[in-house]
């Protein structure tokens, strides 16, 4: 008798499929996130030395600013919150 969360026999194909997409999108997503995490932002244009198109630079640091101006305005956004009396239970 099988276990009773065991995939069924015939989707175990379907099922490692999934794994593997899913862990593809993964490993794309960690490269630009450690970028953006492990480098300051004046750094970003020196990769124009290895011959980056300017296109390329520019996609890499809109994210970049606008990745921490959110971060600020939802820090913000929960401050007002509080001295209003909102969120009582927010951590």
Do not use: H, Q
């Not at 969360?5 to 499929?17: D, H, N, Q, V």
């Not at 020196?46 to 390329?56: E, G, I, K, Q």
């Not at 939802?74 to 401050?79: A, D, G, L, Q």
């Amino acid at each position: 008798m099988p276990a009773p969360f065991a995939p069924p026999s015939g989707r175990k194909k379907g099922m490692a499929r999934g794994i593997s997409a899913a862990l593809r999108v993964a490993s794309e997503l960690s490269s630009p996130a450690t970028l953006m995490l492990t480098t300051p932002f004046r750094d970003c244009w020196t990769l124009d030395f290895f011959r980056l198109p300017l296109v390329l630079i520019n996609t890499i640091g809109m994210p970049y600013r606008y990745a921490f101006l959110l971060a600020d305005e939802c820090c913000r956004t929960i401050v007002a919150f509080r001295i209003r009396g909102g969120l009582n239970g927010f951590a």
